[in-house]
């Protein structure tokens, strides 16, 4: 039985397009021809019974490549199992793959009823209990489908969002697997991916068309690449403990000793902001949280007030804006042992010419950019639009032009660095997109950094994210929890490892 991806249950990574392609061609090259189509329909159908124990109609959509072959193979198994199975096939214009061809022929051998892609008729009702599987495209989508395969990912994309369950073999068709653009993908109940994840299952459109992921790897290996994107979860969260293991403090430790953050920002009407990341800090494990630029807090009287920040130390700056971020943040970029970059920060330092040499001057020292796709595009000179496209690449060019760690905030939060490997964060959900959660994500990052400086930045910029989007899997999805930023601080010290 495939095992389920998310909550991660081991470390695991994913892997662009090319690099699966690889990983498929050495696989193949290892083994009998049409071992892994034949273990990939197995799977399949093995999963959609575990899931659907008691469903007696499945109906599958196989393309004309590989994905589709997958498809064949898993409905062959369902018929033999005494389910009621009707495939639709979209046929290659040419000769097409011969595992695929080898499929087509003994599905037919076995009686299951073919019929083409485009006899199906959307306007007729399908029975509450049919079960439609999507093994229409696999990986390498770069742009909309086209002709019949575009009319049958169509088909089933109605189908989905008139209350039919859809389950999709290794991509929903449509969606991007390597940038988790929607291209007219359906919105499935659950997704089986073959080999490794992929990224665009986890960031951009596609967290919300995959449903649940789980993950098949047919019994293969393989060797990590630089094109690997590491996956974040909860279970990254024990790495905490290695870095600045509370256990180990000793009896005679103080708050002196547990980081020092200063927390610059919060104008009028705004404070808010500055008090969430200074909260947010304090609960993370700080030793002493200073605000400046803000009123005090008087909910949490833990945070201290002081008029100017006197230099060094560990930094968050831009929550809440006002003027002390225009007049304190050429000295925070030059001073601040560690510093958080966030909101009106980021802001300011858009409207720079030379924003991207101010920042290389801090080249050694922990920096961490925690933009959203509005701010990301005001720093790269861009629109929104062209970073939720390609929401790897653009997270990583801002890395690299900016030689420091970037968290580009949004659905499969993605945490770039100049020089290692980049990650996908694969905790949390829209009860994130309140006001105010962004400045907590700041303030416990803040946090983590003044009390493990010696930790990699961009790992523990990673921790901070898994940790935030852990706080609230447990939680309905958007706001009817009734999770605000000051409660979800709550949530997040009750999940310390």
Known sequence: MPQRLIPLARPVQALFATAMRELETQASQSLPAGTLMARAGLAAAQWLRALHPH???????????????????MARHLHSAGLSVTVHTVDPEGPGPVDRARALAAAREWGLAISPADDFETSHAEPSDRIHVDALLGIGLREAPRGAVARAVAALRQLSTSGVQV?????????????????????????????????GLFTGDGRDLAGQLWLEDLGTEFTPSLEAAELWGAIQLARWRDWAPRSRWPHGSHKGRQGDVWVLGGAAGMSGAAHLAGRAALAS????????????????????????????????????????IASSLPQAIAQADRLVLDADALNHLAGDADWAEQLHAREGRPTVLTPHPLEAARLLRTDVATVQADRPSQARLLAERSRCTVVLKGSGTVIAHPQRPWRLNTTGHSALA????GDVLAGWLGGLLAQAP??????????????????VDALPLGRSAGTTASTLIGHMAAIAP
Do not use: I
């Open 55 to 73: 469903a007696r109609q499945v109906t599958v959509w196989c393309g004309p490549g590989n994905n589709g072959g997958d498809g064949l193979v």
């Open 167 to 199: 389950l999709a073999l290794d991509l929903p068709s449509g969606l991007d697997g390597d940038r988790g653009r929607d291209l007219g993908a359906p919105r499935c109940q659950a997704t089986l991916t073959f080999l490794a994840p992929k990224p």
């Open 285 to 324: 494990g700080a030793g002493r949280v200073y605000l400046v630029g803000s009123r005090s807090d008087p909910g949490e009287p833990g945070l201290m007030h002081r008029p100017s920040w006197p230099g060094g130390d560990t930094v968050v700056a831009g929550c809440g804006g006002g003027a002390v």
């Open 434 to 437: 309140g006001p105010g959660t």
């Open 454 to 471: 010696e930790a990699p930045t961009d790992e523990v910029a990673a921790l901070a994210v898994a940790w935030h989007g852990a706080a």
